[in-house]
C-alpha cells in the first residue's frame, strides 16, 4: 500500500482525495497545510484517517509517509519539489510541473543524486484511453501522422489563481500544458513552435492562447487553441495518411474513435463509467514505478516533462 501525503489543500488535492477513497493500492495518509484548521478541515471532508501536518516540512520529513503529492499554487512547485527530494521522499508534483525548463532540470538533477521517484500529475497521459490511442498508432491503425489538433476551454476567468501572475496564472499554464501534451504524445519530441496569438490583460495573464506546433523535418503539423473565457467543445483528432483518431475531451477521455478517410466509422471506445476519478491512474503508476525500483513514470518520463517545460517557456516568451 502506498501512503501518499497531500501537499497543499486546495480544489484539486480534494478531487485527489475523493478519487482515491477505498483504493486497495494507495491510501491518503497524511495532509499539510501552513494553517492547521484549513488541513483538519481538508482532511475531516475528504480523507478522516489521515494524519494532519501542520506544515509542509512536516509531512515531507515524515516516515510515515511514502510520496508526497504537490498540489500548491504554480509558482511553489519547485520549492516544495526540492524541500522533498532532500529529505529523500517521493513526489507526484501536480501540472504545470515548473515555472521553467531551469526548474525542471534542477528537480531531476536532484531526484536523480539521491534515486528519489519523480512524476509529473499530467493524469491524461495515465489513462487507459490515452494508452489506446497511441496503441492503434503505433499498430498503423491510421498510417504516418500528418496533423494533429486541439482545444481545451472553461468559463474559469474570474478563478482568483488564473489572474494572478505571484501564483503562475493565465490560460496557457493551467490549460495549455495539456494541449502541449497532446501534441507531443501524438507528434513526437521532435517538434518546434512556429507561431503564437495571445490576449492578453494589462499584468501580462493569458486569457486566450493559440499556438502552432510542427515537427522539425516539417511532416506534421499542430493547431492548438486554450481559453479560460468559454466552455470550448475540448476535443482533439490525429489525423494520419490511412484514417484518424477523434478524441472526445482531451482533458479527461470520454472516447476515442478511428475513422476512415472518407469519415467511416471503424472503431470505438468510451471510457469506463467513473471518468470522473480517472486520477488513480496515475497515483497507481507511481505504486508500481516505486515498488519496482524505479525513479520516473513510464507513462510521464522525465525528458517528457522536460519538453513540456522547454515548449512552455517559448510559447510564453512569444505571447
Known amino acids: 500500500m502506498l501512503r501518499v501525503g497531500i501537499l497543499g489543500c486546495g480544489t484539486i488535492a480534494a478531487k485527489i482525495a ?4 477505498g483504493n486497495k493500492k494507495v491510501v491518503i495518509a497524511g495532509v499539510a497545510s501552513r494553517e492547521r484548521n484549513k488541513a483538519k478541515k481538508f482532511a475531516a471532508a475528504h480523507c478522516p484517517e489521515a494524519k494532519v501536518f501542520t506544515g509542509y516540512e512536516k ?3 515524515s516516515d510515515e509517509i511514502d510520496l508526497v503529492y504537490i498540489a500548491t499554487p504554480n509558482t511553489y512547485h519547485y520549492e516544495h519539489a526540492i524541500m522533498c527530494i532532500k529529505e529523500y521522499k517521493n513526489i507526484l508534483v501536480e501540472k504545470p510541473f515548473a515555472m521553467s525548463k531551469a526548474e525542471a532540470d ?8 539521491r534515486g528519489v521517484f519523480v512524476a509529473e500529475a499530467m493524469w491524461t497521459s495515465y489513462q487507459p484511453l490515452h494508452m489506446k490511442a497511441l496503441e492503434w498508432i503505433e499498430k498503423g491503425r491510421i498510417g504516418a501522422v500528418k ?5 481545451l476551454g472553461y468559463d474559469i476567468a474570474a478563478v482568483p489563481r488564473l489572474n494572478s501572475t505571484v501564483l503562475g496564472g493565465g490560460s ?3 490549460l495549455g500544458v495539456y494541449t502541449t501534451n497532446f501534441a507531443l504524445s501524438f507528434m513526437g519530441n521532435d517538434i518546434k513552435v512556429s507561431r503564437v496569438f495571445a490576449r492578453t490583460v494589462s499584468s501580462g495573464i493569458d486569457r486566450d492562447t493559440s499556438y502552432c506546433l510542427e515537427s522539425e523535418d516539417g511532416s506534421i503539423l499542430g493547431n492548438f487553441y486554450v481559453t479560460m473565457c468559454a466552455d ?5 483528432v490525429v ?3 490511412k484514417g484518424k483518431i477523434k478524441f472526445t475531451n482531451i482533458n479527461n477521455y470520454r472516447k476515442i474513435a478511428i475513422y476512415s478517410n472518407d469519415d467511416k466509422l471503424i472503431e ?6 467513473d471518468f470522473l476519478h480517472g486520477y488513480v491512474y496515475e497515483f497507481e503508476s507511481c505504486a508500481k514505478a516505486i515498488s519496482n525500483g524505479l525513479i520516473q513514470a513510464p507513462e510521464m518520463p522525465w525528458f517528457r516533462t522536460t519538453r513540456i517545460a522547454q515548449i512552455n517557456d517559448t510559447i510564453r516568451s512569444m505571447m
Open 18 to 21: 475523493d478519487s482515491l477513497k
Open 59 to 61: 509531512l515531507a520529513a
Open 106 to 113: 534542477s528537480i531531476f538533477f536532484e531526484a536523480k543524486n
Open 147 to 151: 496533423y494533429v489538433s486541439a482545444n
Open 172 to 174: 496557457y499554464l493551467d
Open 232 to 236: 470550448t467543445d475540448k476535443d482533439g
Open 239 to 241: 489525423v494520419g495518411e
Open 268 to 273: 470505438e471506445v468510451e471510457a469506463d463509467k
